[in-house]
């Protein structure tokens, strides 16, 4: 069956450190590993990774993905309170619906 | 990156009754999928809607209970009927987006029922 674990499944750090979120997964026929923000109620999107060992790169944020390991890693440089959050990774299934199989997601709150 | 409108932010239901959620896709797109994501929890997916062919539910959700309508390439409504407490929940929609940005996801709708 497919999965998607990760963690921790909370995070406690303050501002200025620097934190990496783990993702691991098990997916039938691998095509993309996705990262989301969710703060309130709609996730939104970070990255998504397709090939081992290019990392993607939004401002603090950055991810790399593992594909010999089946795993990928969220990392947050400078934290700041505005990255208190719900992150989520999640992949699409092997099915036709490419329906995505999520990870239960860690929260992470950063103290000032 | 597609742009989705979902209505109802928010609603506080009586118990019995049903809600109706809508979305609406700036894009023509193939499929929609809906999901709740209960208190505490990461997202559960409800069912696929494809335009023109019945809602694909997943397992623990039927039809009865959450009928879902797809008239077009842009547009889906999912209806949350015959409401109970335990149906409190954040509903959402989502797309797979046709650029680089995956699956887009509406703003979400937080159902409160009393």
């Known amino acids: 069956e497919d999965k998607v674990v990760q963690s921790p499944l909370s995070l406690v750090v303050h501002e200025g450190d620097t934190v990496t979120l783990n993702c691991s997964y098990e997916?039938?026929?691998?095509?993309?590993l996705l990262w989301y923000k969710q703060e309130k109620k709609a996730p939104t999107f970070l990255f998504m990774l397709?090939?081992s060992g290019i990392e993607k790169k939004s401002g603090r944020l950055s991810s790399i993905l593992d594909k010999k390991e089946l795993f990928s890693i969220l990392n947050i440089t400078a934290t700041q309170t505005g990255d208190s959050a719900v992150y989520l990774c999640?992949?699409?299934?092997?099915?036709?619906?490419?329906?995505?199989?999520w990870g239960l997601g860690t929260s992470l709150a950063v103290n000032p | 990156s597609a742009v989705i409108s979902q209505k109802p932010s928010r609603d506080i239901c009586q118990r019995g009754t049903s809600l109706t959620i809508q979305c609406q896709v700036d894009?023509?797109?193939?499929?929609m999928f809906w999901y709740r994501q209960q208190p505490g929890q990461s997202l559960t997916l409800i069912a696929t809607?494809?335009?023109?062919?019945?809602?694909?539910?997943e397992s623990g959700f039927v039809i009865d209970k959450f009928p879902i309508s797809r008239p077009n390439l842009t547009f889906s409504t999912l209806t949350v009927s015959n409401m109970s407490p335990e149906d409190s929940s954040i509903y959402l929609c989502?797309?797979?987006?046709?650029?680089?940005?995956?699956?887009?996801f509406g703003s979400g709708t937080r159902l409160t029922v009393v």
């Open positions: 894009s023509q797109v193939t499929m």
């Open positions: 809607a494809n335009q023109g062919s019945e809602a694909t539910y």
């Open positions: 397709t090939s």
């Open positions: 989502s797309v797979l987006d046709g650029t680089n940005y995956g699956y887009t």
């Open positions: 997916v039938t026929n691998f095509r993309s």
């Open positions: 999640a992949a699409p299934g092997a099915g036709n619906n490419r329906k995505l199989i």
